[in-house]
């Protein structure tokens, strides 16, 4: 009977509560009898969500990029050696939190011991520069050559022959996670 007499108090409670918080948002009557409306407007079902535009200065991210990885370098970050093992071909991509298509598995990584990498597609290198390991965040900075390209920091996670990169929002790539599969060589297109 005790325990029954709970279980109805607890359901009365949370009806009572609900009932409360759906009555908070409706038009309030002030005491001089006027009524004022709600200011927030409700979200509708069919409205269309924007993703929010951050402008980026390139120049200021290179320089902050760079900077880091150097005394991520100078404090002798201890590279992985699940990083540098041979090359890791991404299998998988989900941008905005919707997967994208891979139509031909052909984008790859090389990490190398002396903190240089390169990224490329197939048998087309399309960028390499330094990279960085910070173990205390458990993120890798890269940071390419080509003055026209962007700094990017992911955070690592790893599982035997995988690695998987979630963008960070230090450089606008937050939106991004990478699934790469580690494999000798890298692909060749056929």
Known sequence: MGKNLIIILMILSIFVSCKNVSNSGSDKTSDSGTSTVQDIEPVREDA????????????????????????????????????????????????????????????????????????????????KGKFAFNTSSGTVLLYPEQETSAPEEWKVLNSKDVIVLSGTPKFGNNNMQKHLQNVKEKPVLK
């Open 48 to 127: 269309e969500l924007k993703p929010m535009v951050i402008e980026r200065n390139l120049t200021e991210d290179r320089s902050k990029a760079n900077k880091e990885i150097g005394e991520l370098m100078a404090s002798e970050q201890r590279i992985p050696e699940y990083m540098t093992l041979n090359y890791y071909l991404v299998d998988f991509i989900s941008e905005g939190g919707k997967p994208r298509d891979i139509i031909d598995l052909g984008e790859w990584y090389k990490f190398n011991k002396n903190n240089t990498y390169e990224h490329g597609f197939f048998s087309k290198l399309n960028e």
